[in-house]
């Protein structure tokens, strides 16, 4: 590669874009424990590229185009999930088909990995995109922001992305205003890796923005109220993928009512000293993309891993206690932690308890049965996933919750003041016993852990493995 290819390649946002996703995705994969195996990303990847060629050849076209259709097959691999492996393909195909099949006026309708998800969604129900895949954590999203701001720069695709957030950060915001809310509440709701990568990667793609700067602002408004309408209205998740969804079709009649130069990837027009032109755009000169992918190494490895306790459970005797899942929602109110769990044990509802560490003594008050239509609403609502729980007959457990007799709560009462001397010995105090429902709540405090081992032993429970490590700490 000579000097001159040199200098269009570096100028080529498309080898930027690349560059920051396919690193985004081996991180996913080797920190992170990404949703999507290897095979299944090394089949999207290769299908967006099969496809590209195949277009390429029905279409007659010039050359072969590999750049855009690497950078489809990656945002599929981070975004898209599914559990049907030939459905994760079949969207791949309609991805980039897409660029070739719906086109106004020499332009494509739909970004084509936001048409390659939605359709699938809409159409199967068997598609879904996981927003909080990449956690939270400040550092990683700031290190994508700034790549992504790297990115539309040089595609000269700036405005429209710095819009967006402008007018969606001012609508999150607003309601949070508006509704009393702390500041934490859309902090929270910004900080995830589906969102900057739509904002950095998606509603900013030159071929399917208008052409105009006025234009691209105008379609940024409309896209964010689009998103607050099916996020907080419809109570839709996926608002801003379903948002420039049903948007793109506007871009020509923006085009025509707020006319602008064609974008264009293009090779630059002259080789000579000064900043190139692409299309009618002043690409400026900025830093090779080693020295991005090094900033975006630095900041992940500087990522703490976060780690997160909510108990477990203890069975008497031999009594086998099965609970394949758990969903726990944490409301934090200044001072204040409310933790509701749902878990869904399989076994004698009289022979298991669950052991969860509290900051203080908790209240007969502060002790509440919750619906499980509330958790239901919360994990439709924020994290969509498609599950399957398997219950051969969920009356039964509940009738033998109602008929539990009440001998079994005496035990527990009877056991605990029966013990007192021993339970001092083993620096172990019971603070209060409460009934809530169909529980027996017992709250204890222990000035060493294996004090409280022994506690949970004598009175009948078999400590699972690991649990002691998880006292000790």
């Avoid at 008497?316 to 109110?333: G, I």
């Amino acid at each position: 590669m000579n000097a001159a290819q040199l200098r269009a390649f570096a100028r080529d946002p498309r080898h930027y874009q690349i560059a920051v996703l396919a690193s985004l995705f081996v991180y996913g994969i080797a920190r992170l424990d990404l949703e999507i195996e290897p095979l299944r990303a090394a089949a999207l990847l290769g299908t967006c590229l099969l496809t590209q060629w195949a277009c390429t050849r029905l279409w007659r076209l010039p050359a072969f185009e590999p750049l855009s259709a690497l950078i489809s097959g990656l945002s599929l691999c981070l975004l898209l999930r599914t559990n049907l492996p030939l459905l994760a393909v079949a969207a791949a195909v309609a991805t980039v088909a897409s660029k070739f099949l719906l086109r106004f006026d020499g332009k494509h309708l739909w970004n084509p990995t936001n048409f390659g998800i939605v359709a699938a969604m809409l159409l199967t129900g068997q598609v879904w995109v996981s927003p909080g895949q990449w956690g939270n954590v400040a550092v990683f999203g700031f290190a994508l922001a700034c790549l992504g701001g790297l990115v539309v720069n040089r595609a000269a695709r700036s405005d429209v992305t710095y819009a967006f957030l402008g007018f969606y950060l001012a609508l999150l915001f607003g309601r949070a205003l508006w509704l009393g809310q702390p500041a934490a509440i859309p902090l929270h709701q910004l900080a995830n890796g589906a969102f900057l990568i739509f904002t950095f990667f998606m509603i900013s793609d030159p071929k399917t923005t208008p052409d105009s700067r006025a234009g691209r602002i105008l379609f940024a408004l409309l896209v964010a109220l689009g998103a607050g309408y099916v996020t907080f209205v419809l109570y839709r998740p996926n608002g801003l993928l379903l948002s420039l969804f049903f948007l793109s079709p506007a871009v020509p009649l923006l085009d025509r009512l707020l006319p602008g130069r064609r974008y264009v990837w293009a090779a630059p027009r002259t080789l000579a000293t000064g900043p190139a032109t692409r299309g009618g755009f002043a690409m400026p000169r900025t830093k090779p993309v080693s020295t991005a992918l090094l900033a975006l190494a630095l900041a992940l490895a500087a990522a703490p891993a976060a780690n997160a306790f909510c108990g477990f459970y203890v069975a008497k005797a031999d009594t086998k206690l099965f609970n394949r899942a758990s969903q726990v929602v944490l409301v934090r109110d200044d001072d204040r932690t409310v933790l509701t769990m749902a878990n869904d044990f399989k076994g004698n509802p009289k022979e298991f308890a669950v052991v969860i560490p509290v900051p203080t003594v908790l209240k007969r008050e502060q002790i509440h049965v919750a619906e499980p239509a509330l958790l239901d609403h919360l994990d439709a609502y924020s994290a969509p996933r498609r599950v399957e729980y398997f219950d051969d007959n969920p009356c039964r457990q509940y009738d033998m919750l109602r008929q539990a007799p009440a001998a079994a709560a005496e035990g527990v009462a009877n056991g605990v003041v029966g013990g007192a001397a021993r339970d001092r010995s083993l620096g172990v105090t019971v603070e209060a016993t409460y009934t809530v429902g169909e529980y027996d709540i017992v709250i204890l405090s222990a000035k060493q852990s294996d004090g409280l081992e022994t506690w949970l032993r004598e009175s009948g429970y078999r400590i699972p493995e690991g649990a002691s490590r998880v006292l000790g700490s």
